[in-house]
């Protein structure tokens, strides 16, 4: 059926990239990638910057100016904006959004790129500069889509609309990008249809996502030389030797859920030590503390807030029975006798559960599922939606808002993140007619 339907829209079928466009946007925006960085405070981006160049390519088409598109810039910080853009026919209420793809980048040192980063450059098929794949990229994608809209003005049966968003790569200063919006009601006409977060690799449905939430465990023992180990409390054993037992508890608790597998999950749950340090001193001294840290991702059939609650039940029964922990060698203990009499036992301290995140299972019988399988089959060959433990800001929660998510991006899943990031001008010229596809089905 997805096949017919192409054939009677040859207009949406042929609707394919503006190359010129959609590059010469993007160097405007890398230009501006590293006043984007998000890292504060050291590294507060102002999203303002790009927001302008999108505005550019747009405006001649805003209704301001006699043309189809309504456009609106949201701008809760000052030099911090969002972008919301409309193609919508006359008298239709239903929808098909584009959100996600964001203003911001991660930060990026010139020091260890082949290239600067914060200038466009072409080598082949590569795009390359930071924000290419993550996510300036998409957003000059979806900005040469609304032109294209506005330039054919087909006659849809259903409403577009795209959000570009502010502090998508960090999000330690509140109510500034999709969070805000979405309290605002800015967000709300989105809910007459199926909602597309832009922001992801591969260019194949990504289903699934994951819940996350960083963790620290601090042993409390007793510094004191290390020729007398029989008077100290080895904050490094004991930190090694609870961690051990709380990953065998999580594991236990958490197992690799029946779901997974149906969505095509890449790993189950995990909960990884990534970072350690202890008091410092020289290398004849027992340390008084030591810390491990670290993350835990879920699959969403879990709920991350019932996690941290277990870790915290792990590590209160472990200071409840310290002293059988297992040491390393007759002197080494996790309780002492003072001086003066008095018992010293070690501790753990957990912090868990701060600023946590959640992830969705994506809707498997949503229209805008299957028009995503459709247009993916047709345009690259074959359809290999997965699911991996990666985390997406307030994806959950809009969900749990009534908004039927499906996730989907065009970037390269290597170069995420990365020193050289780049996007390929091939996939993304698939990609326009991959969500001009999409545009086109939920519209008959």
Not at 75 to 80: A, I, S, T
Not at 103 to 115: E, K, R
Not at 169 to 183: F, H, Q
Not at 319 to 336: D, F, M, Q, W
Request: aromatic share 8%.
């Amino acid at each position: 059926p997805h096949r017919r339907l192409w054939r009677q829209t040859a207009n949406m079928q042929s609707l394919e990239l503006n190359e010129e466009r959609f590059v010469s946007l993007l160097r405007d925006l890398i230009s501006e990638s590293k006043h984007l960085q998000n890292n504060p405070p050291e590294l507060v981006p102002k999203e303002t910057l790009a927001a302008r160049h999108v505005i550019s390519r747009l405006s001649p088409f805003s209704t301001e100016n006699g043309g189809p598109l309504r456009v609106e810039v949201v701008e809760y910080h000052k030099d911090r904006a969002n972008v919301i853009v409309e193609y919508r026919p006359e008298g239709v209420t239903a929808s098909v959004s584009f959100v996600g793809s964001h203003l911001d980048v991660v930060p990026a040192n010139p020091a260890t790129w082949d290239f600067d980063p914060f200038t466009l450059s072409q080598d082949g098929d590569k795009l390359r500069g930071r924000g290419t794949t993550d996510c300036l990229g998409h957003v000059a994608l979806i900005t040469d889509m609304f032109c294209q809209l506005a330039e054919q003005k087909p006659k849809l049966k259903v409403g577009v609309v795209a959000v570009f968003i502010a502090s998508e790569e960090n999000d330690s200063i509140p109510d500034v990008g999709v969070d805000k919006l979405l309290k605002d009601g800015k967000l709300e006409a989105l809910k007459n249809g199926p909602v597309f977060w832009v922001d992801s690799a591969e260019s194949q449905p990504c289903i699934g996502s994951g819940s996350g939430m960083i963790w620290k465990l601090r042993a409390v023992g007793k510094l004191f030389h290390s020729g007398l180990p029989h008077k100290a409390i080895n904050a490094i054993e004991m930190v090694h030797e609870a961690l051990v037992e709380v990953q065998e508890r999580f594991y236990k608790d958490f197992p690799a859920h029946p779901r997974e597998a149906e969505y095509n999950y890449s790993c189950p749950s995990t909960m990884k030590p990534t970072q350690m340090s202890c008091a410092p001193g020289a290398l004849n001294q027992i340390p008084g503390w030591a810390e491990i840290e670290g993350d835990i991702r879920l699959t969403p059939f879990y709920d991350v807030h019932e996690c941290a609650r277990k870790l915290h039940t792990y590590v209160n029964d472990i200071n409840a029975r310290i002293t059988e922990l297992r040491t390393h060698g007759p002197a080494s203990k996790y309780e002492v006798v003072e001086s003066d009499g008095q018992t010293l036992r070690g501790k753990l301290i957990l912090t868990a559960g701060e600023n946590s995140f959640e992830g969705i299972a994506c809707k498997l019988d949503s229209p805008g599922y299957k028009a995503l399988c459709a247009a993916t089959q047709e345009f690259k060959g074959e359809v290999k939606p997965y699911s991996c433990c990666g985390g997406l800001p307030l994806v959950a929660d809009l969900q749990k808002a009534g908004y039927d998510l499906q996730i989907c991006g065009f970037g390269i899943e290597a170069a995420y993140h990365a020193d050289n990031e780049y996007c390929l001008l091939s996939e993304m010229k698939i990609a326009m007619r991959i969500i001009s596809s999409i545009v086109f089905q939920l519209s008959a």
